[in-house]
């Protein structure tokens, strides 16, 4: 093969085909015509003399010589694009830019006011849009269209970049007049009917069993240790709402304590240390490849940062 003869946008519309596994679809992600995509698959197998994508009863499915090249063609066009990125300074003050945060509602909740107020002193024209984990894919992050995740992640693909945020411990936050406050032991948090709130992760939610312990999460994989489970009467995906609901009626809401802490003047709430130890978990940052040597996105990790130690 003579590689000064290889068009090198073939490398990208392969980078994009074997992504979407659809013609179609990879040439809307390219903007280009369905046919020019057509024509481009064509010519890649007969460079590579093979079908590349075959179609079979569930969609276009890549050939194992196509999922062999896949990580390769990925490396080198990810090589390129950093060596050909313009290195020049960000002008924070002058920009326009739209930052888009996919960030779990507890994330959101704790770094995105003191965020903000650091953007609009610093960078007054740029735009925050903060998406939560069932708006995003972790293609979508590979692939830049999200400049950065913020949650709890327990498994990543390697070629993603992070950084730790911060660590937090878990705490109650009862109803301020909330009975159970005069003898909060494990024996009446047992007794006790509470509120979970989901450890979000991406893709679309599904219903909660509280029979599951292992999707449950932290707190009830903590009591599980102790041959323990608490009765769940309410199930919520937004830690404001759980909060809510602790002030209203007599449940109790265990949660990360840096997000009860945004309620710690509430003279309507209390929070309290849980009756047994529940392990800290880890918040990260992660971005794409594409963007690590973005100066832009160089500076919002910065401000992530920033904002990060001034929380903890």
Not at 211 to 235: C, M, P, S, Y
Request: charged fraction near 25%; aromatic fraction near 8%.
């Amino acid at each position: 093969m003579n590689i000064s003869k290889i068009d090198l946008n073939l490398l990208v519309y392969l980078d994009t085909l074997l992504r979407e596994c659809n013609v179609t679809r990879a040439a809307n992600q390219l903007s280009i015509t369905q046919p020019a995509m057509s024509n481009g698959l064509k010519r890649l197998r007969n460079l590579f003399n093979d079908p590349i994508l075959v179609r079979t009863s569930d969609g276009m499915v890549p050939t194992e010589r196509a999922l062999e090249l896949q990580p390769v063609i990925r490396g080198i066009l990810m090589t390129l694009e950093e060596t050909l990125a313009p290195n020049r300074e960000f002008e924070a003050s002058q920009s326009k830019r739209v930052f888009r945060i996919m960030a779990s509602d507890y994330a959101a909740s704790t770094l995105a006011p003191k965020l903000l107020s650091k953007l609009h002193e610093e960078a007054p024209d740029t735009t925050l849009d903060i998406l939560t984990p069932s708006d995003v894919t972790f293609h979508d992050v590979e692939n830049g269209k999200v400049d950065m995740a913020i949650n709890r992640f327990e498994n990543l693909p390697q070629s993603f970049h992070h950084k730790r945020i911060w660590k937090d411990s878990f705490c109650c936050l009862v109803k301020a007049d909330n009975p159970i406050i005069e003898n909060f032991s494990l024996d009446s948090y047992l007794k006790a009917r509470h509120i979970w709130v989901s450890k979000t992760g991406f893709g679309v939610g599904v219903g909660m069993d509280p029979k599951d312990v292992q999707k449950l999460g932290w707190v009830d994989e903590a009591l599980a240790h102790f041959g323990k489970h608490r009765n769940i009467a309410t199930f919520t995906r937004n830690y404001h709402v759980a909060i809510h609901l602790a002030k209203e009626k007599n449940l109790i809401a265990t949660l990360p304590s840096k997000a009860a802490n945004i309620y710690l003047d509430d003279p309507g709430l209390k929070i309290l240390e849980p009756p047994f130890p529940i392990p800290p978990f880890e918040l990260d940052m992660i971005w794409s490849p594409l963007l690590h040597r973005d100066a832009s996105h160089i500076w919002l990790r910065q401000k992530i940062a920033e904002v990060a130690d001034e929380l903890k």
